[in-house]
């Protein structure tokens, strides 16, 4: 494991974020901290480690929740994406919690030969046009729950398509409408579950009637807002805004010094040529670990408190800088990627406007190979 690169995970920001996040919950509503993916890039381990308050975790495949019980995480731990139907007893001996949107699913759950009943929520699509049960396909979806051997209905839940890019919320509050009336079909057709849930991030800072009994949250945790709009939808409704802390900083190290002559080309196509005498730092990190190509001649890293200009294009596993103005910058120097050096930032927000995409999919990226290290 190279040593070269890692990544950094602040101790104590995980549990500030949930409490961030829980400040306008009614007491008795639980936390289910998404996980998935990795923990967003910054270790699914790692991060569960450093949320002992949260009741619940979330991921989306079953390798994941296998993967979280190996490490002995015995706290409840729902799939939110879809499981195979072979796959299905494996999830149900390790004690998963399944989200089902399929008869397909339940058919196979009913035939099975389960060391337990299968706990089950089942996800109400009210407007993203992803996994979810239609509205008008609810009452019949519910009916075949009631009526399938080997489960147990424990939750309801739904996912919001436009709640956080915009500032008008009204079709974030249609679907938190439609939500309202699938319940009211639950709860004639089977009776309320002890879990509904439908509260991302934005949702859990900005609508309080999505909380339910339980938040579902994900980008928060890590300290990111959702987006800007989030950030100026909360700010504008008057009350506390959530004071999220960052929890991961990226780096590396540099592994070679050289000057190089005015005019010199730097990288693959030669799209870059320095205009003056440049000591050029290389860097071991490159798109194979995250870093992603659109960065090339646009970002910048911090080296000892100072910003150094990317030069050319990034490579697989490299990428140049320019060091000419960080006096005495050497072999092996420290380099931030994302992160704090010094007065000077890179904030995730910063890397996905340079790169021409979400704060989201900056940290996601980031290679599950590199070390995360909890400091």
């Known amino acids: 494991m190279s040593s070269l690169v890692w990544v950094e995970l602040d101790r104590a920001a995980p549990e500030h974020n949930l409490r961030q996040l ?12 998404v996980i998935k993916s990795n923990a967003y890039g910054h270790g699914a381990a790692e991060i569960a480690s450093l949320l002992p308050s949260a009741e619940w975790f979330g991921v989306n495949s079953l390798q994941e929740g296998l993967e979280l019980r190996s490490k002995g995480i015995t706290r409840p731990i729902l799939l939110l994406g879809h499981v195979g139907l072979e796959e299905l007893p494996a999830a149900v001996e390790a004690d998963l919690q399944l989200t089902v949107y399929n008869r397909e699913t339940l058919e196979r759950l009913h035939s099975s030969s389960l060391p337990r009943p299968a706990s089950v929520h089942v996800k109400v699509d009210t407007g993203t046009s992803r996994q979810g049960v239609l509205p ?7 009916r075949l729950v009631s009526k399938s051997r080997n489960v147990s209905l424990q939750g309801i839940s739904t996912h919001f398509a436009n709640i956080e890019d915009t500032l008008n919320h009204e079709y974030a509050e249609m679907q938190i409408s439609r939500f309202s009336s699938a319940l009211e079909v639950v709860d ?3 009776g309320r579950p002890p879990f509904v849930h439908a509260a991302c991030t934005a949702a859990a800072l ?11 949250s994900g980008i928060g945790l890590y300290g990111l807002w959702p987006s800007r709009e989030t950030f100026l939808a909360a700010r504008e409704r008057g009350g506390a805004v959530a004071d999220f802390h960052p929890v991961l900083a990226w780096k590396t190290r540099v592994v070679q010094v050289k000057t190089i002559p005015e005019g010199t080309y730097v990288g693959y196509g030669c799209s870059y040529r320095t205009t003056r005498k440049t000591v050029l730092g290389v860097l071991p990190v490159g798109y194979a670990d995250g870093y992603d190509r ?20 990034i490579c697989m596993n490299l990428c140049m800088v320019d060091l000419t103005d960080v006096p005495g910058a050497r072999l092996e120097e420290e380099v931030v990627l994302l992160g704090t050096s010094g007065e000077e930032r890179i904030s995730a ?11 989201y999919e900056v940290v996601t990226r980031i290679s599950p190979l590199l070390p995360r290290k909890v400091v």
């Open 188 to 190: 004639r057709t089977v």
């Open 294 to 313: 659109a960065l090339g001649n646009r970002a910048h890293v911090l080296v000892r408190g100072r910003r150094a200009p990317v030069l050319g294009r």
């Open 349 to 359: 927000e910063t890397l996905a406007e340079w790169s021409g995409t979400i704060n």
């Open 206 to 216: 900005l609508f309080n009637s999505t909380h339910f009994t339980m938040l579902r």
């Open 136 to 142: 008008g396909e609810l009452e019949d979806f519910l």
């Open 22 to 33: 829980r400040a306008g919950a009614a007491p008795g509503v639980i936390a289910c901290a």
